[in-house]
């Protein structure tokens, strides 16, 4: 049974930087895309950041371009995101998630979820 767990979510104010990591347990995930998730109340659910299975490929949103940067360790078996320059836009749960299609994860879909990390930007 596949797991995802992120850690590194919390507060910080606008303008700092936080890094969240999703560990993955249960099986390998080297064939899958894998990308994070965001979802704030009152708006869509939208993959931020995705990463395909080589690392050929990356996806970010237009919100976070230039911000956000999304890396894979497949030799350690996790992921990470790296966000400077917060917003308070930027306050949401992050979701990891992974998918054998990269571009399913990019439309904000997924076959493996993670619990979610609060992640809170004041101004």
């Known amino acids: 049974q596949v797991q995802l767990v992120e850690s590194g979510g919390g507060q910080v104010q606008a303008g700092g930087s936080l890094k969240l990591s999703c560990a993955i347990s249960g099986h390998t995930l080297i064939s899958y895309g894998m990308g994070w998730v965001r979802q704030s109340p009152g708006k869509e659910r939208e993959c931020v950041a995705a990463v395909s299975w080589n690392g050929g490929s990356t996806y970010y949103s237009d919100p976070v371009k230039g911000r956000f940067t999304i890396a894979r360790e497949d030799a350690m078996n996790t992921i990470s995101l790296r966000m400077n320059s917060l917003k308070p836009e930027d306050t949401a749960v992050y979701y990891c998630?992974?998918?054998?299609?990269?571009?399913?994860?990019?439309?904000?879909?997924?076959?493996?979820w993670g619990q979610g990390t609060q992640v809170t930007v004041s101004s």
């Open positions: 998630a992974a998918d054998r299609w990269y571009s399913n994860l990019a439309a904000g879909g997924a076959e493996y």
